[in-house]
C-alpha cells in the first residue's frame, strides 16, 4: 500500500494547489468571463483529483478531505489578510 500513500499524497497536494490557484483567481486581475473560466477550470480539476483520490481512500473521505483542504488552505488567506 505504500504506492497508493504517496499517490494520495500526491493527490493531496494537487488539490491543494489547485485550490490555491483558484484562491489566486479570485483576487486576479482578470474580469469577468476571463475569470469565471479560469476558475471553473481549477474546480473541474479539484474534482478530478477527487474522484481519482476516491479509488484509494473512497468517496466521502475524499469529499471530506476536499472540503478541510479549501477550508485550511482559504482560512490560511483570510488570516493573511488580517495581518
Known amino acids: ?5 504517496s499517490e494520495v499524497a500526491r493527490l493531496r497536494q494537487r488539490i491543494a494547489e489547485e485550490i ?4 489566486n483567481g479570485f483576487s486576479g486581475f482578470a474580469a469577468g468571463v476571463a475569470r469565471h473560466d479560469f476558475i471553473r477550470a481549477r474546480m473541474e480539476q479539484i474534482g478530478d483529483h477527487q474522484d481519482e483520490l476516491a479509488e484509494y481512500i473512497g468517496d466521502t473521505d475524499a469529499a ?13 488567506d483570510s488570516q493573511n489578510s488580517a495581518q
Open 64 to 76: 471530506h478531505l476536499v472540503c478541510e483542504l479549501y477550508i485550511h488552505v482559504m482560512g490560511n
Open 1 to 5: 500500500m505504500r504506492g497508493g500513500e
Open 20 to 23: 490555491e490557484s483558484m484562491q
